[in-house]
C-alpha cells in the first residue's frame, strides 16, 4: 500500500514538473481551439435548441480525427479517442447549450487579450477545449493508456434538467474510471459536490371573474410583489447552508394596462435535502393561501430538482486536482456545483468541474474570456486527464 | 445572346457548399502547382480583423493549408488593427511602405493594388476587414472556381439578403447602390454583366496575370472597373461568382452611398468615354435586368421599361388652337 503511495508521488511529481513547458505549448497551439470557440460559440444554442451545434461538434470530432462520432436520443454528441489498453475510460463532459435565445445576436469579437460575445464563457469556451483534447494531447506527444470518451452534452441547463447529461450516462456502454466537466468560467473553480438544487415557477393569474371592487384588489404585478414577500419571510438557514434565489419575473407589458398574469422564477440551493423539502412545502402552502385570500390563480410548478451528492474532499481525484491547480499558479475555489457534475457523481462516477479562464460578465450579452490565464487552465485539464490515465486519482 | 447568359448563369455560379471538401481542393491546388495569398485591406478594423486572421488562418492556414500567405495591407490605421492583426499572425504591411518610388494614395484599391507587387501568390484573394460572421467560406468559395477551372480568371463573392417573402419569392442582389446605381446601369451599357449578381462586393479572388494588366481606382470604382475592364480584354467566360451566404457588415448611411456612387459614377464613365461610347451613344437597352431566387436558384429577370415621352404641349396643335380661341 505505501509502495503504491510512493509511486503516485512520484508520477504525479513528474506530470506536475513538466506543467510550465506544458502552458507555453498550449499558448502556441492556440489557434484552433481558440477558432472552435468563435465558430461554435456564433451558432445559437439554447436549451432544447442545439442541433446546430451538435452537428458542429460532430463534424469537428471528425475532422480532428475521431471515428465514429455519435448522436444519442438526447442530442448529445460524442466520440471515442482509443487508448493503448482501452481497459477503462476517462470521461470529459461539456455542456452544448447555452442560456441566449435563437433570437439573440451571438456575434464574438476577439481581441489581442480577450474574446466577447454571449455564451463565450458558458459553455463555447469548454466546448472548444474538449473537443481540443485530441489535438492537444498528439501536439504535447501524450498517449493515454484509457480510452478518451469526449461528450457535449445538450439539455443541460435551466427546465432541462441535466436530461443529456443523464440520459447519456444511463446508456453509456463502456465503465468510466472518472469524469471531469468542463466549463469556460472560472479559472479556479474545483467542484467535486453537486448541491441539492429545486427550480421552481410559480405562476400568478387573475382569473377574468376577478371582482375587481372586492378590498385589496389590484393586477398581477401587485399580487406578484405581495407573494414575494410572504415568500421572504420563509427562515432560511445558515447552516446547513441554504440559498433562495429570485432569477426571472416576468409580469406586464406597457405603461397603462394591468396585467392579468405573473411569473417568478426561483431557485432553492441547500446542502440538506431535507430543507429543500421543507421549503417545497412551505412554498405550496403560501401559494395556496395567497390564492384563496386574494381570489387569484397560484400554481408553483418544480421544473428540476436534484439530491445533494459528493464525493470527499480527500478523493484522491480532488486532492490531485488542487495540486495540479496549485503547480499552475492557480488558486483553488471549491464552488458546489449545480450542473452536469451531480449527474456524474449521482450515477457513482467519481468527478470534478474545472474552469478554465477569468470571465467578466458571466451570462451577459457581453460575456467575455480572458486568453491570458486560459493557457493554465487548459494545462489543469491535460494534466488531470493524464493524472486519472496513470491511476493516480483512483480511489 | 440571352440564351448564351442563361447558360454562363448556370455554368459559372457556384455556391460555397460545393466547396465543402477542402481536403480534395487543396490536393488539385498542389497538383495544379498554384500559390494562393490572401490580403484584407484595412483601415481602423480592430474590431473586427482579429477574429478574421484567427479564424481564416486557423482553418486554412493551419488546419487545412489551403493559403500559402497572410496579409494585411493596412492604410494607416489609428486604432489597434495592426497589433491585434500580427497577435494572431498574419503577415502585417502599410501600403505606403510598399513600391514607395510610386507615392502613397489613400483609398482601398491602393492596398489591392500594392498587394500584387507585395504578395507572391499565383492566386490573390481579397476579403474585406468588416465582416462580423468571418467564415472560412468567404475564401474558399472563392479561391476553388480558379482552383478547378483554369478558363476562369476572377471569382465575385454574393450574398443572401434576408428578406423574406409569404410567396417564397424575393429580389435578390445587391445593396442600395447596386440596385440603384449599377444595375440600371449595366442593363443599359453592358446587359451581359448584369449577371453578375453583386458586382460590388468587397470579396474576389483573381489570378495574378489579370491583377497585373488592369489600372486600380484607388476608391470607390475599384470593384466596378475590375469588371467594366476584364469584360473588355476576356468577355464574360472570365467570371464566376460564389453564393457565399449571409454576410454580416456595417451599414451606411445614405449620404455615404451618395458618395461612393459619385466615384463609381466617376470611374464608370472614364470606361464608357475610353471605349468611344460616351461619344457616339448607341441605342440605348430598354431591357432592365434583375435577379430572384427562387428555393435557392437565382433567375435573371429582364423588363422591358420604355421611357416614352411627350412633346411640350405647345407644341401640341389641339393645345394652341384652345388656348388660341379663349
Known amino acids: 500500500m505505501e509502495t503504491q503511495e510512493i509511486d503516485r508521488e512520484t508520477a504525479l511529481s513528474g506530470l506536475l514538473d513538466q506543467i510550465p513547458e506544458r502552458v507555453k505549448t498550449i499558448s502556441e497551439k492556440r489557434d484552433s481551439f481558440l477558432t472552435d470557440t468563435v465558430l461554435l460559440g456564433e451558432i445559437p444554442s439554447p436549451t432544447y435548441g442545439e442541433d446546430e451545434r451538435i452537428r458542429a461538434v460532430v463534424d469537428r470530432f471528425r475532422e480532428n480525427g475521431l471515428s465514429s462520432p455519435t448522436i444519442d436520443e438526447f442530442g448529445n454528441a460524442s466520440a471515442h479517442l482509443p487508448g493503448t489498453e482501452g481497459q477503462s475510460s476517462i470521461l470529459v463532459m461539456a455542456h452544448a447549450d447555452s442560456v441566449f435565445s435563437q433570437e439573440v445576436r451571438h456575434e464574438i469579437q476577439v481581441g489581442s487579450d480577450h474574446m466577447r460575445g454571449p455564451g463565450i464563457a458558458d459553455n463555447a469556451l469548454g466546448l472548444a477545449a474538449m473537443i481540443a483534447l485530441p489535438r492537444l494531447l498528439d501536439d504535447l506527444g501524450i498517449q493515454l493508456r484509457d480510452d478518451l470518451i469526449l461528450v457535449a452534452n445538450s439539455r443541460s441547463l435551466g427546465r432541462a434538467n441535466l436530461e443529456g447529461a443523464s440520459g447519456f450516462l444511463e446508456t453509456m456502454s463502456i465503465p468510466a474510471r472518472a469524469g471531469i466537466c468542463v466549463e469556460g468560467s472560472t479559472l479556479g473553480r474545483l467542484s467535486y459536490s453537486g448541491l441539492g438544487t429545486l427550480r421552481g415557477e410559480i405562476t400568478l393569474q387573475v382569473p377574468s371573474d376577478y371582482d375587481w371592487k372586492r378590498f385589496g384588489a389590484s393586477g398581477a404585478i401587485s399580487h406578484v410583489t405581495g407573494l414575494i414577500n410572504q415568500i421572504r419571510e420563509i427562515p432560511i438557514p445558515k447552516e446547513p447552508k441554504t440559498q433562495l434565489v429570485f432569477g426571472g419575473l416576468r409580469c406586464g407589458s406597457s405603461f397603462n394596462t394591468s396585467p392579468k398574469q405573473g411569473t417568478l422564477r426561483f431557485e432553492i440551493t441547500s446542502e440538506d435535502n431535507d430543507i429543500i423539502g421543507q421549503m417545497e412545502d412551505q412554498l405550496n402552502e403560501i401559494c395556496e393561501q395567497f390564492s384563496a385570500e386574494t381570489g387569484t390563480l397560484v400554481s408553483m410548478e418544480v421544473v428540476a430538482k436534484r439530491q445533494n451528492c459528493s464525493i470527499p474532499f480527500t478523493h484522491p481525484l480532488v486532492k490531485t486536482t488542487r495540486s495540479i491547480m496549485q503547480e499552475a499558479g492557480i488558486t483553488p475555489k471549491v464552488d458546489p456545483s449545480t450542473g452536469d457534475l451531480n449527474a456524474l457523481i449521482l450515477s457513482g462516477l467519481p468527478a470534478v468541474t474545472l474552469g478554465l479562464t477569468t470571465v467578466e460578465n458571466l451570462r451577459e450579452i457581453n460575456e467575455t474570456v480572458q486568453l491570458d490565464p486560459l493557457y493554465a487552465g487548459m494545462t489543469q485539464l491535460v494534466t488531470l486527464i493524464q493524472a486519472i490515465d496513470q491511476g493516480i486519482c483512483d480511489s | ?326
Open chain 2, 1 to 326: 445572346m440571352n440564351k448564351i447568359n442563361e447558360n454562363w448563369l448556370e455554368r459559372n455560379t457556384f455556391h460555397h457548399a460545393d466547396f465543402w471538401d477542402l481536403i480534395k481542393l487543396v490536393e488539385e491546388k498542389e497538383k495544379k502547382g498554384l500559390k494562393i495569398s490572401l490580403c484584407i485591406p484595412t483601415l481602423n478594423e480592430e474590431k473586427t480583423i482579429g477574429k478574421e486572421v484567427l479564424i481564416l488562418r486557423s482553418e486554412l492556414m493551419e488546419r487545412y493549408p489551403l493559403i500559402d500567405e497572410f496579409a494585411v495591407i493596412d492604410s494607416g490605421s489609428m486604432d489597434k488593427t495592426l497589433e491585434v492583426a500580427k497577435n494572431y499572425g498574419a503577415d502585417v504591411y502599410l501600403a505606403s511602405d510598399i513600391l514607395p518610388e510610386v507615392g502613397d494614395k489613400r483609398g482601398k484599391g491602393e492596398n489591392l493594388w500594392k498587394a500584387i507587387h507585395q504578395l507572391k501568390g499565383d492566386i490573390i484573394c481579397y476579403v474585406d476587414a468588416d465582416i462580423s460572421n468571418i467564415h472560412p467560406r468567404f475564401v474558399y468559395g472563392l479561391v476553388a472556381p480558379l482552383i478547378h477551372r483554369d478558363e476562369i480568371s476572377y471569382v465575385k463573392a454574393f450574398y443572401d439578403r434576408p428578406l423574406n417573402y409569404s410567396s417564397g419569392l424575393r429580389p435578390s442582389g445587391g445593396g442600395r447602390v447596386t440596385e440603384i446605381l449599377i444595375r440600371p446601369l449595366f442593363s443599359l451599357f453592358f446587359p451581359e454583366l448584369s449577371h453578375i449578381i453583386q458586382p460590388l462586393s468587397g470579396e474576389y479572388a483573381a489570378r495574378r496575370e489579370v491583377l497585373e494588366k488592369i489600372p486600380f481606382p484607388i476608391g470607390y470604382g475599384v470593384e466596378t472597373s475590375h469588371l467594366l475592364d476584364l469584360y473588355a480584354m476576356h468577355g464574360l467566360e472570365t467570371f464566376a461568382q460564389t453564393d457565399l451566404d449571409r454576410r454580416v457588415h456595417r451599414n451606411q448611411t445614405t449620404n455615404a452611398l451618395g458618395k461612393m456612387s459619385f466615384g463609381i459614377l466617376q470611374t464608370f464613365f472614364n470606361r464608357l468615354h475610353a471605349q468611344g461610347k460616351l461619344d457616339r451613344m448607341p441605342d440605348l437597352e430598354t431591357f432592365y435586368r434583375r435577379f430572384e431566387v427562387e428555393e435557392g436558384k437565382y433567375h435573371q429577370v429582364v423588363q422591358e421599361v420604355i421611357e416614352e415621352e411627350r412633346p411640350p404641349m405647345i407644341e401640341v396643335e389641339g393645345y394652341r388652337n384652345r388656348m388660341a380661341s379663349s
